[in-house]
C-alpha cells in the first residue's frame, strides 16, 4: 500500500518526516493502523494473537526523533562544552569512536583544543589526558594522549630542511612496519603531535616527493593514523568523507552520527570548503545529498545551518 | 608563601621608570638603585614599569638591563624583570638547547607550575620562539627522557581536591609491580604521573607507602648512576613536596664546589612570588643554618644584594 511505503519512508534515514507522519498516521483509521503493524515490519506477532511493537524498532525510532533535539542542543552549546562532551561520549562509546577524538583533537585550532581541555575539568573533573590515558588501551593510545595533549604553533614558518628529514624519519617507520607498527613509533608519534599544521603539510608533501605515494595511500598505515594525518592537513576531505559514510545506506548508529557532528561543528568555520570538497569527491552537492537522505525537522535544520549567510 | 617585600607606598610607575633610566645614564650604573626598585615590585607592577618604560623610551627596558650589566647579576636581574610566563619559556627555551640541555629544568618547569601557569609558559613560548614548546622537547630530548619530558610538558592537569581512593589503590599497585620489575620507562607508570592530578598522585603514593611499607622515593633509588631514575625520583619529588625539591636543588647549588649560580637564581626568581618562604624555612630545617646566611657566604657583590632583597632579607 503506497501509504504504508510512505509511512515506513518518513521513519527511515536520518531524522523523521514528521509531516508525512502526521498526515498519514494522523489521519488513520483503526483499520489502517492494523494493516501498518501487519505489513510495515516494525512489529511482530505475538503468540498471544496481536501484533506487538519490535523493540528494535522502537529504540531505532527514538534515535531518529531525537536526532533533531540532539543537534539543536549541540548546536547551541558552546563550542568548548561541546568538544569536551563529544570527546567523553567517544570514550564511553569505546575504540571504534576513538576516530572522534583524533577528528576533535586534530582539526580544532590551539585555542579551541586548549578550550575543550578546561571545559572538560569543569564537567567532568578529570584531565581529557587522563580519562584518553586510562581508558584507551590498544596501538592507538600513545597517538591520542599526544594529539590531545597538543598546543601546537600557529605561524606560517616552515623550516625546510627539517621537514624534510621528519618526512624521511615517517618513511622509515612505514618501512619497519613489520617490526613495529607506525602508529607507535616514537617519532611519528612526535612529529604528528608536536609540530605546526603548516609544517606537517610540508613533511607531507616531502613524503609524496621521496616515497613516490601518498601516505593515505601506504598500506600498512593503521586508519587511526591516517585519520590523523588527514585530520591535520586536509580537514575539508576528512570532513567530506566522514559525511558520505553517515549517510551511506545502511549506516551503523555511530557513523550516523557524523552527519550532526560535522556539520554542527563546522557550521560556523569551514562548511562551505567542506561542501565543495564534497561536490568534487562524490559528484552531488552535498545539500542535495542531506535532502535526500535527512528527513523533517532535522534536516530542515542541517540545512539552514549550512544555508546561513548564502 | 612570597618572599617579596612591596614598599608600602610604592612610587608612581613613572617615577620607577625615571629613576631606572637614570641608573643607567652616565659612565656607570646604579645597581643599588636598579635593585631597590625591581626587587620590590611583584609582577603586574614590573610588568607595568616594563610597557610604561617603552612607551616613554623607546627602548625595551630588558634591553636596558642587558647593555648596561653583566655576568650573574645581568641574569638575576633579566629573569627577575620577565613575567612569570616569559621567564618559564626562556628558562625551558635554554634547556632544549645543546650546550645549556637540561632534563631537569623542563621537568622542574613542568611539574613545579599549576595548570594555568604551565599553559602560559606554552603560550608565551609561541609567542617569543615561533614553536611550540612540546616541538622542541620531542626534537632535543630522546629515549626514555622524552618517553617522560613529553607527556609533562603536555600535561593540562585537573587541579581540584578530589580524590578516588579505589583508583589510587589500584594505580599504586600498577606503580608498585612496574618498579619492582625494574620497568621504569613504563607507559603506564609514565600515563599516572603525567596524567593525574597533583592531588590523586599525592593519595596514590600515600596507598603505596600504607600498602607496600616504603616511600616510592625509596623504591625508585635502585641504581645511583642512573640519570633517567633520577629524573623520575625528582618528577615524583616536584608533584608532591615541591619544596623539599627545591631546597635540595638550593642545598646542593650553595654546596657545590663554587656554587651553581644557574640553579640559585633559577630557583630564587622563579619561587620569590610563589612559595620562597616555604623554601627558607625547608632550607633551615635540614641545613640548621638560614638560607640568606648561605647566600651571603656563598655569592658577592650586587649578584648577593639582589637574591637577598628577593629572599625578603630585612635591609637589601
Redesign the interface.
Known amino acids: 500500500m503506497a501509504e504504508i511505503e510512505a509511512l515506513i519512508k518518513a521513519f527511515s534515514g536520518h531524522g523523521v518526516d514528521e509531516k508525512t507522519v502526521i498526515s498519514i498516521l494522523g489521519n488513520s483509521q483503526p483499520e489502517h493502523r492494523q494493516a501498518f503493524r501487519k505489513e510495515g515490519g516494525f512489529f511482530a506477532e505475538d503468540e498471544r494473537r496481536f501484533e506487538r511493537w519490535n523493540d528494535h524498532h522502537v529504540k531505532l525510532l527514538k534515535h531518529e526523533f531525537m536526532r533533531f533535539k540532539n543537534a539543536v542542543v549541540l548546536w547551541a552549546m558552546h563550542p568548548w562544552e561541546r568538544d569536551a562532551r563529544l570527546i567523553k561520549e567517544a570514550l564511553k562509546k569505546g575504540p571504534n569512536s576513538n576516530s572522534v577524538i583524533v577528528e576533535i583533537a586534530s582539526t580544532r585550532s590551539s585555542d579551541e583544543l586548549l578550550g575543550a581541555r578546561k571545559a572538560y575539568h569543569s564537567l567532568f573533573e578529570h584531565s581529557i589526558e587522563e580519562d584518553v590515558a586510562s581508558h584507551i588501551h590498544g596501538k592507538e593510545k600513545k597517538l591520542l594522549v599526544a594529539l590531545v595533549s597538543a598546543y601546537r604553533y600557529e605561524g606560517p614558518k616552515v623550516k625546510e630542511d627539517v621537514a624534510k628529514s621528519e618526512a624521511k624519519a615517517l618513511i622509515s617507520a612505514v618501512k619497519n612496519a613489520e617490526k613495529q607498527n607506525p602508529i607507535e613509533n616514537d617519532e611519528v608519534v612526535r612529529i604528528l603531535s608536536t609540530r605546526s599544521k603548516p609544517h606537517l603539510k610540508s613533511v607531507f608533501k616531502h613524503y609524496k616527493e621521496i616515497a613516490g605515494q601518498h601516505f593515505e595511500d601506504e598500506l600498512d598505515v593503521h586508519l587511526i593514523l591516517q585519520a590523523a594525518v588527514q585530520c591535520l592537513i586536509t580537514p575539508q576531505s576528512y570532513f567530506s568523507r566522514v559525511l558520505d559514510e553517515a549517510m551511506r545506506d545502511g549506516a551503523d548508529k555511530n557513523t550516523k552520527k557524523g552527519l550532526t557532528r560535522v556539520l554542527v561543528t563546522r557550521a560556523d568555520v569551514d562548511i562551505r570548503a567542506i561542501s565543495d570538497d564534497y561536490r568534487n569527491h562524490y559528484a552531488i552537492p552535498l545539500a542535495d545529498k542531506i535532502e535526500a537522505k535527512a528527513k523533517g525537522s532535522y534536516k530542515e535544520f542541517l540545512l539552514t545551518l549550512m544555508a546561513r549567510g548564502n | 608563601m612570597s618572599t617579596l617585600t612591596v614598599p608600602a607606598q610604592v612610587p608612581s610607575v613613572t617615577e620607577d621608570c625615571e629613576q631606572l633610566r637614570k641608573a643607567f645614564e652616565g659612565w656607570g650604573t646604579n645597581e643599588q638603585l636598579i635593585i631597590s626598585i625591581l626587587a620590590h615590585r611583584n609582577a603586574a607592577q614590573r610588568k607595568l614599569i616594563r610597557q610604561t618604560y617603552a612607551d616613554t623610551y623607546g627602548e625595551d627596558l630588558l634591553k636596558s638591563l642587558d647593555k648596561e650589566l653583566t655576568n650573574d647579576f645581568e641574569r638575576v636581574v633579566m629573569l627577575w624583570t620577565l613575567d612569570p610566563a616569559e621567564r618559564d619559556a626562556f628558562l625551558a627555551n635554554e634547556a632544549t638547547k645543546r650546550w645549556t640541555s637540561s632534563n631537569q629544568v623542563l621537568m622542574e618547569i613542568a611539574c613545579t607550575r599549576s595548570s594555568k601557569q604551565l ?1 602560559e609558559a ?2 608565551a613560548y ?1 609567542a617569543r620562539f ?6 622542541d ?3 632535543h630530548t630522546n629515549g626514555d627522557f ?2 617522560l619530558l ?2 609533562l610538558v ?7 581536591d ?1 580524590v578516588n581512593i579505589t583508583l589510587a589503590k589500584s594505580e599504586a599497585k600498577i606503580l608498585h609491580e612496574k618498579i619492582s620489575n625494574k620497568a621504569y620507562n613504563d ?1 603506564d607508570l609514565i ?1 599516572i604521573l ?4 597533583k592531588a590523586q598522585i599525592n593519595a596514590t603514593l600515600n596507598q603505596y607507602k600504607n600498602v607496600y611499607g616504603n616511600d616510592i622515593d625509596q623504591d625508585l633509588e635502585a641504581d645511583p648512576k642512573d640519570e633517567y631514575l633520577d629524573l623520575l625520583r625528582a618528577t615524583v619529588q616536584c608533584l608532591v613536596r615541591p619544596e623539599h625539591y627545591f631546597e635540595k636543588i638550593l642545598r646542593l647549588a650553595i654546596n657545590k664546589q663554587g656554587t651553581d649560580e644557574g640553579a640559585l637564581t633559577r630557583v630564587v626568581t622563579t619561587r620569590a612570588e610563589v612559595d620562597l618562604k616555604v623554601i627558607k624555612d625547608e632550607y633551615q630545617r635540614r641545613n640548621s643554618v638560614p638560607l640568606d646566611r648561605a647566600v651571603v657566604k656563598d655569592t658577592s657583590g650586587d649578584y648577593e644584594k639582589m637574591l637577598l632583597a628577593l629572599l625578603g632579607h630585612g635591609d637589601a
Not at chain 2, 603536555?154 to 581540584?160: F, K, L, M
Open positions: 599553559l606554552r603560550q609561541h615561533k614553536k611550540s614548546l612540546e616541538e622537547v620531542g626534537y622524552r618517553k613529553l607527556p603536555t600535561a593540562y592537569r585537573y587541579e581540584g578530589e607507559e600515563r603525567a596524567t593525574r592530578s
